[in-house]
């Protein structure tokens, strides 16, 4: 899917650029159109983009901007907004933009809030600004501001393939999945939260004849996924109370000789244990020969954060 994404103020823009170097291309088409905003002067030179896409904003109007953005006719499926909680004028500009897009057209609006350490913020201060930032979009992620690192990317780049065509592959997943499965396993209220996991395979051909006769055994790559699934549960984006959780979404991707339904059921299990009742959704993005398999999962509709 593509997503128009905006980076807000310094934080958020890093997230943008970051994806603008690193987020996947299908087609040779980036899934990420990314850019970034700012009512800070100064940092505009700090932020990492081509100088076409960063934008001063004055007195807060969006309006302008936006409307230079939706006027280069890219093709989007939803909208990213970044922004960090820890500043109140970046999560303000991040509500305007995603109250002007839902208004525009009803791609879904995904807000991704960069959570600071609590030593820099009083925590209900905290919780103000994410009912402020969940006035401005259809979904709310959190991420901590010390996991803004290349897995993050990785993770959207998972998401990010869903829907997608590969005119070039001519192969299905185990579970087609597509974006529509994605927005309604996240739009449970609340805020959702995310795991990534990789596991990568050796690529010498010595290594690939030995690999391709161990993964004849289904066990043994059932194993490795519900391992990836569990890894993930391990390093979640934030701390949260998943008991609080009514909804949760498995996205593999990477080899398809690697990835089996015996190995999605039992990690469908392992996530339906986190909360009784809550819906799973799941699927798979081929990559032939793809020298990895990696795992994102989501668990929505949350709550509480567990300090």
């Not at 109140?88 to 500009?93: A, K």
């Not at 990835?259 to 799973?280: L, W």
């Amino acid at each position: 899917m593509k997503l128009l994404t905006i980076g807000v103020g310094k934080d958020g823009a890093e997230v943008s650029s970051l994806l603008a170097r690193k987020g996947v291309k299908v087609n040779r088409v980036p899934l990420f159109r990314c850019y970034a905003v700012t009512d800070r002067l100064e940092e505009l030179r700090e932020i990492r983009l081509n100088q076409k896409n960063k934008f001063w904003i004055m007195s807060g109007n969006v309006r302008s901007v936006l409307n230079e953005i939706l006027g280069r006719y890219e093709i989007h499926e939803g909208s990213l907004i970044i922004a960090s909680l820890l500043r109140e004028s970046d999560v303000r500009i991040a509500v305007e933009f995603g109250k002007r897009l839902m208004e525009y057209s009803d791609d879904p609006v995904i807000g991704l809030g960069i959570v600071p350490p609590l030593e820099r913020m009083d925590f209900s201060e905290l919780r103000e600004r994410l009912r402020m930032f969940k006035r401005g979009v259809k979904v709310l992620m959190l991420v901590d501001s010390g996991k803004i690192d290349d897995r993050l990317v990785e993770a959207m780049n998972v998401v990010a393939r869903v829907g997608e065509i590969d005119l070039r592959r001519k192969i299905a997943g185990e579970v087609v999945i597509d974006t529509s499965d994605v927005f309604n396993a996240l739009a449970f209220g609340g805020f959702s939260v995310f795991g990534f996991a990789k596991r990568r395979f050796p690529i010498s051909w010595l290594t690939k004849i030995l690999l391709r006769r161990r993964s004849e055994l289904i066990a043994f790559r059932t194993q490795r996924m519900v391992e990836m699934v569990e890894e993930a549960l391990r390093n979640l984006s934030i701390k949260a109370d998943l008991s609080t959780a009514k909804s949760g979404l498995i996205v593999f991707a990477g080899n398809p000789n690697e990835i089996t339904m015996d190995g999605m059921f039992s990690c469908i299990e392992i996530v339906e244990k986190i909360n009784e009742g809550m819906v799973v959704r799941y699927g798979d993005y081929p990559i032939p020969r793809a020298p990895f398999v990696s795992v994102v999962v989501f668990l929505a509709g949350m709550t509480k954060f567990k300090l």
